[in-house]
């Protein structure tokens, strides 16, 4: 059975770091990603990881990071310099490879809140 469980959310002042983890267990998947969604918004993609290359939404580009560990088959986002507007529940999302891009995001984590206060 496949699962994404996600830890790392919590509170933060602006400007500050935060860490999110994505456990997968039950299979290897080349596409990664985590998405946000804040109340009252639509769930927007914030970074992709396919196989090595990465891709960030503008919103957080220079600020974000992820990454995989293979061996622990763990992706993190690093974030950084975080802003109030980051709030939102954070999700881990998998996809399988295809030969230019990711599939569609069929497995997912069930959340981790991060709030950032002013």
């Known amino acids: 059975q496949v699962r994404l469980v996600e830890s790392g959310g919590g509170s933060v002042k602006a400007g500050g770091s935060l860490r999110l983890s994505c456990k997968v267990s039950?299979?290897?998947?080349?596409?990664m990603a985590w998405f946000r969604q804040a109340p009252g918004k639509e769930r927007d993609e914030v970074a992709r990881?396919?196989?090595?290359?990465?891709r960030y939404a503008d919103s957080v580009a220079g600020r974000f990071t992820i990454s995989k560990d293979n061996d622990k088959n763990t992706v993190y986002l690093q974030m950084n310099s975080l802003k109030p507007e980051d709030t939102a529940m954070y999700y881990c999302?998998?996809?399988?490879?295809?030969?230019?891009?990711?599939?569609?995001?069929?497995?997912w984590g069930q959340g981790t809140q991060v709030t950032v206060s002013s």
């Open positions: 039950g299979y290897y998947y080349s596409c």
């Open positions: 999302a998998a996809a399988l490879r295809t030969e230019d891009d990711c599939g569609d995001w069929s497995i």
């Open positions: 990881l396919r196989s090595i290359s990465t």
